[in-house]
C-alpha cells in the first residue's frame, strides 16, 4: 500500500548565513530600503560577536527542520511526511517552499511557524503568503495557528526553568526572579486586539504554576528602532527597575518567545542584558533554548497531525 504524502511547510523569520549577506537581508526586512552605513555596522558588530559571527540560527533551523520530519515519520508511520523550508526573509522564501511542494508532486500540505504564539503581524503574515502561494498553485493547505499552551511544550519549558534555578547556588529558588521574554511588536497590535501577548502572558503562567514559581514577571526584548512605539517594558529596562526598586540580585531571563538560539538570545539576552547585569551587580542566566529538543519536535508532529486528522 503506497502512502500518502504529506508536506509541510515549517515557516521561520530566517537569517543572513554570513556577514556578506547582513545588507540584503536587512535590506528585505526593510521592504527595499537598506541599512544606513552605520545601521550596517552595527548589525555586522553584533553578528561579529556572537561566537566571532558564527550564524548559528540557519543551522539551528535545517536540525528542527529534519528533527521534525523524522518524529513525524517515526509517530506516523501510516504517512510520509517531508518537510521544507519557508523563511519570510532569506531563501527559500516562503513561496518557494509551497512550490517546491507542488515540483515534488504534493497536493495536501500543512503549514507550521517555528513560534508558539500567534499575531497577525507574525504568524499572521507567514501564513497569508503561504496561503496566496498555495492558492495560486492549487495546493490543498492547513495551517497551524498556535501552539503555545501544548503539554510537551510547556513541560520542555518547565524543565529547563528548574534545570536553570540550580544554576543559583547562593540563592533560594524564591529569591531568583524570572523573567519571561518574548520579541517586542508595535503597540498598535493592541488597538486590534491580538492576542499575542494574552497567549505569552498564558504561556508564561503556566509554566510558573508548573515550575512553582511565584517571583516572576514579563518583559519585552529586541524592538524595532522606529518613531513608532513598541510593546514594553524593554528587558533592559527591567533589570534597571528591579535593581533600584526591588534591590534583586538574581535573575533568570527565559524567552519563552524564541524557540532557538540566534541574534535576539545570543546577543540581546547573552551578551548586551548579561552585560548590563554585571554593572548592576546581579547574577543573571537564562534558559536553554528549546532548538531540537524531542518534547518540542513533539510538540510540532502533534499539532502538523492534528491538521492531517
Known sequence: MTKKRIGVLVMSYGTPESLDQIEAYYTHIRRGSPPTPEQLHDLKSRYEAIVGGFFPLRENTNKQLKSLQDTLNR???EHEFICY????HAAPFIEDGVAGMVEDGITE???????????????????????EKAEETGLNMEFVMSYHLHPKLLEALTLRVRKALTLFADARPVEVKVIFTAHSLPEKILEMKDPYPDQLLATASAVAERASITN????WQSAGRTAAPWLGPDILDVLRQIHDDEHVKHVLVCPIGFVSDHLEVLYDIDIECKHLAKQLGMHLERTESLNTDPLYMETLSDVVFEKVK
Not at 85 to 88: P, S
Not at 110 to 130: C, D, E, F, N, Q
Open 216 to 219: 516572576w514577571m514579563f518583559g
Open 85 to 88: 523550508h519557508g523563511l519570510k
Open 109 to 131: 500540505a500543512i503549514g507550521v511557524v517555528l513560534a508558539p504564539h500567534y499575531s497577525t503581524m507574525s504568524v499572521g503574515s507567514y501564513v497569508k503568503r503561504a496561503k
Open 75 to 77: 509517530e506516523h508511520p
